[in-house]
C-alpha cells in the first residue's frame, strides 16, 4: 500500500472547474446554485493508498528465467506429461467465512491524521503542506512517519479508549525522538526539513498526551528546539520551499505559544523571525497581529522585571501598543469585515444583548476580532491598576473614564460575537419584525432594513464546533467578571455562562474553569479564586458547581487521563488568537473534542 498524498474530497463537477466544493449532503451546494447534477463524493481511504501488488507481481515476473528441466529424468518426464495442462475452477464462488483484513496500527495512524490534522487551505491549517511532503519524501526517513503515526494514535486513542493504540502510539514517538537525537549530533544531518517536521509533530504529541495535571514544558522544549534546527537551515541557505512554510507555522506557533503560557521567547528567537519574514512571500493579516503579540510579549517580560516600577512609563507603553491595535482594527475592518445586526428593542434580547450581535464569514475572523479586542481590555485594565498608584490628578481621572469606557464598549463588541461562535444563530431568525444591519465597506458604513425571511439564508453558518464554543465561554468567564461593566451586561453573561455550562461536556468544563481560576488573577490583581466562585454561582449553573466540588472524582481512567486537560484550552486560544481555526485543522483532536 503507498500512500499517495491527500486527495481532493470535493465532487467531480467541482474538481473539474476548480471551484470551491462545501461537500454538503446530498449534493453540494455550488452544483445546487449551478443547477447541475453532482455526482456525489469520493472514498477518500480507497483513493489516498494505491495497492500495487498486482503491478509488482507482474513486474517481477518477466524478471525471473524460465527453469531448464533435466531431459535425463524420464520419470519427471512422465510425470509431467501425466498432470493435467488446466485446473478445472469451482463453480460456486471461493469464500473466506469470518476473514477480515486489518489495516497496520501505523498506517492507520498517518491515514487518520492527515485526514483529520490536516485541510488544504492555508489560511485554516499550520501544516497544510505536509500532505504533500510527505508523499515526496515521507519514506527517506523513519523519524517524520512514525511521527505522524504517534500523533494520529494518540488522538484516535483518546476518541476511542484503546490502551493498545496509546501504547503503539508511545512506541512510535520514542523511536522517532532517538532518531531525531542521532540526527542532531550532526549539523549536516540536522539540516532536514524531514527533521524540522518531526521535532514540530514531537511538540503536537507531547501536548495531546500530557496529563491534566502536568504543563507545557516538553512541548515548549520541543518548539525551542525546532526553532534552533530552522535556524540552522536559514543560515546554512539549504532552505526550500517546504522549509519556508515551516519557519511559518513554527513563528506563529511559538508565539502564541510564548503568550498563553506566559513564557520568555526562545533564545534568538527576534532574529530567526527577522529571516523568516525576509525569505516569506508575504505578510498576511495574522502575521501583522502577531508582531503586535509580539510587542506585548516584551512589555510583559518588561512589566515582570524589577527595574520597571515607574506607573507612569508602564500606562504610557499601554496606550502606544493599544494604539497599534486600534489602527490594526481599522485594517482588520478593511480586509474581514463583519456584519451587525440589531433587532427591535426587547426582541431575543435573552440570546443576543439589547438584540446585537455580529455575523462573521468564518469563525476564524470572530476569534482573530475577538483576541484584538482582548488584548485592548487587558491593556487597559493594566492601565486601571497602575493609576492607583499615582496621585490623582484630572488627566488621569479623564484617561480612567477613557480605559472604563474602553472595556465596556469592547466587551459590547466580544458578547456580539456570542449567538455564532456558541452555535444558536438561526435561533435568532424567527422574529417577523424588520432588523437593521450594519455593513462595513472600505469608505463607509451603509444600513438596510431587512426582514427576516430576506436574511435567513445569509445568516445561516457552518455547525458549530467545540472549539468556537469554548472559547468563548472563557471569554466570558474572564471579561464577564469585569467590575466596570453595566449591572445588565453582568447579568446576561451570567445567564449565557449558564446556559453554555449545561451544553457543555463535563470534564472540559472542570479543566476550563481551573484555567480560568489562574487566568483571573494574572488579569487584575483583585480578583480571587473566591470571587470567580461568587461570580460563577451567580448563574446558578448546577454543572459548575457540582463538578467543581468532585474534579478529581470525574476523571476516566486510562486514555481520558492523557488529554491535555487544563492545558488544552491554552492550546485552542494559543491557535485561534494566531488568527487560525485549530492547531493543524477543523478536526483536531484537541481543537475539537
Known amino acids: 500500500m503507498v500512500y499517495r498524498g491527500k486527495p481532493s474530497a470535493a465532487c467531480a463537477e467541482c474538481r473539474k472547474l476548480r471551484s470551491r466544493c462545501d461537500k454538503k449532503q446530498p449534493a453540494c451546494g455550488q452544483c445546487i446554485k449551478a443547477g447541475r447534477e453532482c455526482s456525489g463524493y469520493r472514498n477518500m481511504v ?62 492507520l495512524g498517518v491515514n487518520f491524521f492527515m485526514n483529520n490534522f490536516i485541510v488544504d487551505d492555508p489560511n485554516m491549517s499550520l501544516i497544510h503542506y505536509l500532505p504533500s ?36 502510539a508511545t512506541n512510535n514517538y520514542a523511536t522517532a525522538i532517538r532518531v531525531i537525537n542521532a540526527a ?22 507531547e501536548a495531546l498526551i500530557i496529563p491534566r495535571h502536568v504543563g507545557m514544558d516538553n512541548c515548549c522544549t520541543h518548539l525551542a528546539g525546532a526553532v534552533s534546527v530552522a535556524h540552522l537551515i536559514l543560515k546554512q541557505e539549504r532552505q526550500t520551499d517546504v ?23 526562545p533564545p534568538n528567537f527576534s532574529e530567526f523571525k527577522n529571516l ?13 497581529f502577531l508582531n503586535i503579540v509580539m510587542e506585548l510579549l516584551q512589555f510583559k517580560n518588561q512589566i515582570q522585571s524589577p527595574m520597571q516600577d515607574d506607573p507612569t512609563a508602564i500606562i504610557r507603553r499601554a496606550l502606544a501598543i493599544d494604539s497599534s491595535l486600534e489602527d490594526f482594527a481599522r485594517t482588520l475592518d478593511r ?7 440589531q433587532l427591535p428593542a426587547g426582541e431575543s434580547e435573552h440570546v443576543a444583548y439589547k438584540g446585537y450581535y455580529h455575523i462573521y464569514p468564518q469563525h476564524l475572523h470572530a476569534h482573530l476580532w475577538n483576541n484584538v479586542r482582548s488584548s485592548r481590555i487587558r491593556l487597559h485594565q493594566l492601565i486601571l491598576r497602575q493609576s492607583q498608584g499615582l496621585m490623582p490628578t484630572p488627566e ?98 451570567q445567564q449565557r455562562i449558564a446556559w453554555m455550562e449545561n451544553k457543555a461536556n463535563p470534564v472540559e468544563l472542570v479543566s476550563l474553569q481551573d484555567v480560568v ?16 466562585v461568587e461570580f460563577v454561582s451567580e448563574a446558578e449553573s448546577p454543572a459548575s458547581l457540582a463538578f467543581d466540588a468532585n474534579a478529581c472524582a470525574i476523571e476516566k481512567p486510562a486514555i481520558t487521563g492523557f488529554r491535555i486537560g487544563g492545558n488544552d484550552f491554552l492550546h485552542r486560544e494559543a491557535v485561534s488568537a494566531g488568527g487560525m481555526h485549530s492547531c493543524s485543522s477543523i478536526a483536531c483532536s484537541i481543537c475539537n473534542l
Open 133 to 168: 511532503y510527505y508523499a515526496r519524501s515521507g519514506f527517506s526517513g523513519p523519524a517524520l512517519r512514525q511521527m505522524c503515526a504517534a500523533v494520529g494514535l494518540v488522538s484516535l486513542a483518546n476518541k476511542s479508549h484503546r490502551k493498545d493504540m496509546l501504547s503503539v
Open 517 to 532: 481560576r489562574r487566568q483571573l488573577w494574572n488579569v487584575s490583581s483583585k480578583n480571587s479564586d473566591k470571587q470567580f
Open 276 to 288: 523568516v519574514e525576509k525569505k516569506a512571500a508575504r505578510m498576511s493579516v495574522h502575521d501583522m
Open 46 to 107: 480507497d483513493l489516498m493508498f494505491l495497492d500495487e501488488s498486482s503491478r509488482v507481481v507482474t513486474q517481477n515476473r518477466g524478471r525471473i528465467s524460465p527453469r531448464k528441466m533435466p531431459v535425463e529424468d524420464n520419470h519427471a518426464n512422465e510425470m509431467l506429461v501425466q498432470r493435467p495442462k488446466k485446473q478445472e475452477l469451482p463453480e460456486s464462488p471461493f469464500r473466506l467465512a469470518g476473514f477480515v483484513m486489518y489495516q497496520p496500527l501505523d498506517d
Open 243 to 265: 522549509t519556508i512554510q515551516q519557519c511559518t507555522a513554527l513563528v506563529k506557533t511559538v508565539i502564541m505559544n510564548c503568550w498563553v503560557q506566559q513564557i520568555s521567547l
Open 184 to 205: 542532531l549530533l550532526c549539523p549536516r544531518k540536522a539540516a532536514q526539513d524531514s527533521i524540522l517536521a518531526s521535532i514540530f509533530m514531537a511538540a503536537m504529541f
Open 396 to 493: 488621569l481621572r479623564t484617561q480612567e473614564a477613557t480605559s472604563e469606557t474602553v472595556i465596556v464598549t469592547l466587551a459590547m463588541e466580544m458578547i456580539a460575537s456570542v449567538p455564532q461562535l456558541a452555535g444558536y444563530l438561526e435561533d435568532l431568525e424567527t422574529p417577523t419584525t424588520p432588523v437593521i444591519r450594519t455593513v462595513p465597506t472600505p469608505d463607509s458604513t451603509s444600513y438596510e432594513l431587512r426582514y427576516p425571511t430576506q436574511r435567513c439564508a445569509a445568516a445561516r453558518t457552518p455547525e458549530s464546533n467545540p472549539h468556537s464554543f469554548y472559547h468563548i465561554l472563557y471569554q466570558l468567564y474572564i471579561y464577564g467578571a469585569e467590575s466596570c461593566l453595566p449591572q445588565s451586561m453582568r447579568h446576561w453573561i
Open 335 to 341: 480586509q474581514t469585515p463583519f456584519e451587525s445586526v
